[in-house]
């Protein structure tokens, strides 16, 4: 941290006196670093380090995706509402308050463009997403970071620290790196604890891989609510990662405001049309659920026996824990599952300096990286 307010002092010192300054907050943003996806030398590699479902994208949303190549020189429709009604008629909801992003990336930052500014407060959790923070820093607002207990965020905690000037709280729910969940019960608990100008974003991106009786995603919430809104994406269970496409469910007034400062043509044909196949691709969201039901625990069990602890995790990723011992460390695994061609992601920057998580992938996949994690284990 230290480091990285030097850098911000240095850049903005430098700009100061040759150019334009950017407004308050932004050169304290640590640019978001993605999972690694390439190594060193030739060969193929096990990249199970971006929760990216090992079942690839529905063949009919690749089919679509074709199909759009002779209107590349058309602007998309401005309101995307052929996908927007195919979700509603998904989820059983009002179409209206749809709004579609670039990711729900994007929709993140314009809630936070919309709703935040310098003087504001922001809550998020201890070990929730960094683009939260980055939302939040991005609009001269302060973050604040409530504590988590047991890796799962904390509703008395959130609570506890919302002020005067709180206007948001984001929430992933399951979270990601941590994969932990709040049961709806406890959504609602905190919903209620909130005043109604504070706006509780409910970011919902692994929604689909909860199995658990006591969860919801939030669409109820945001449905008979002025002051809640639902996130979701495609990049994760529908294998769209490279189109970039996301959701809101708002109340009215916020899908509105959503709409006027969102780009005209901000979700392309191609993603439109991929994303409608692949939401009415029921079939093929099924078999990735069935695939990391059947997967997630196995994979558990196996890290156990390997001496190391996975995090409880309802969604399609482990958070696996390492041995605070020379040999044994996340740093040193990670460099040996790199001499492997395998890639997990290092989560330091999300306050767990001695893990990796892990996504789950491919039955052979799985087996590979296992199997070198047993090296490891067995070398150290």
């Known amino acids: 941290m230290a480091a990285e307010q030097m850098a911000a002092k240095t850049i903005a010192a430098?700009?100061?006196?040759?150019?334009?300054?950017?407004?308050?907050?932004?050169?304290?943003?640590?640019?978001?670093?993605?999972?690694?996806?390439?190594?060193?030398?030739?060969?193929?590699?096990?990249?199970?380090?971006?929760?990216?479902?090992?079942?690839?994208?529905?063949?009919?949303?690749?089919?679509?995706?074709?199909?759009?190549?002779?209107?590349?020189?058309?602007?998309?429709?401005?309101?995307?509402?052929?996908?927007?009604?195919?979700?509603?008629?998904?989820?059983?909801?009002?179409?209206?308050?749809?709004?579609?992003?670039?990711?729900?990336?994007?929709?993140?930052?314009?809630?936070?463009?919309?709703?935040?500014?310098?003087?504001?407060?922001?809550?998020?959790?201890?070990?929730?997403?960094?683009v939260y923070k980055i939302a939040i820093l991005a609009q001269g607002a302060t973050p604040v970071v409530a504590p988590e207990t047991n890796r799962t965020a904390d509703v008395d905690a959130i609570l506890a620290r919302v002020t005067p000037a709180t206007r948001m709280v984001f929430l992933a729910n399951?979270?990601?790196?941590?994969?932990?969940?709040?049961?709806?019960?406890?959504?609602?608990?905190?919903?209620?604890?909130?005043?109604?100008?504070?706006?509780?974003?409910?970011?919902?991106?692994?929604?689909?891989y909860v199995l658990a009786n006591d969860y919801e995603a939030g669409a109820t919430l945001a449905a008979t609510h002025d002051n809640v809104v639902m996130t979701r994406t495609f990049s994760k269970i529908h294998g769209l990662a490279a189109l970039r496409l996301g959701w809101a469910y708002c109340p009215d007034a916020i899908a509105d405001t959503l709409n006027r400062i969102r780009g005209p043509f901000n979700v392309t044909g191609p993603s439109i049309a991929a994303g409608v196949a692949a939401v009415q691709d029921r079939a093929h969201v099924e078999a990735a659920i069935a695939?990391?039901?059947?997967?997630?625990?196995?994979?558990?069990?196996?890290?156990?026996?390997?001496?190391?602890?996975a995090t409880p995790s309802a969604a399609n990723f482990l958070l696996v824990h390492f041995p605070d011992a020379p040999g044994r460390t996340a740093a040193e695994a990670d460099a040996f599952l790199h001499q492997r061609r395998i890639i997990l992601r290092r989560v330091e920057e999300y306050g767990f300096p001695n893990a990796l998580r892990m996504t789950i992938g491919t039955e052979a996949e799985n087996a590979v990286a296992l199997d070198a994690l047993r090296a490891f284990m067995s070398a150290a």
């Open 174 to 208: 399951p979270n990601n790196p941590t994969g932990t969940y709040l049961p709806f019960a406890e959504v609602r608990r905190l919903h209620a604890g909130l005043p109604k100008h504070v706006l509780l974003v409910l970011d919902a991106a692994y929604a689909e």
């Open 14 to 130: 430098r700009t100061a006196s040759h150019g334009p300054t950017p407004r308050p907050g932004i050169l304290q943003i640590a640019a978001y670093v993605p999972g690694k996806s390439a190594l060193p030398g030739a060969g193929p590699i096990v990249k199970l380090s971006s929760n990216e479902t090992p079942l690839g994208p529905s063949p009919k949303a690749i089919e679509a995706f074709h199909g759009e190549a002779a209107k590349l020189a058309r602007y998309p429709d401005g309101s995307a509402r052929l996908l927007r009604e195919a979700l509603a008629a998904e989820h059983n909801l009002d179409a209206a308050c749809i709004v579609c992003g670039t990711g729900s990336d994007e929709l993140l930052n314009l809630l936070a463009m919309a709703y935040l500014g310098p003087g504001d407060e922001a809550i998020y959790t201890e070990h929730g997403f960094l």
């Open 291 to 309: 695939h990391n039901e059947a997967w997630l625990g196995r994979t558990a069990a196996e890290l156990e026996r390997l001496g190391l602890t």
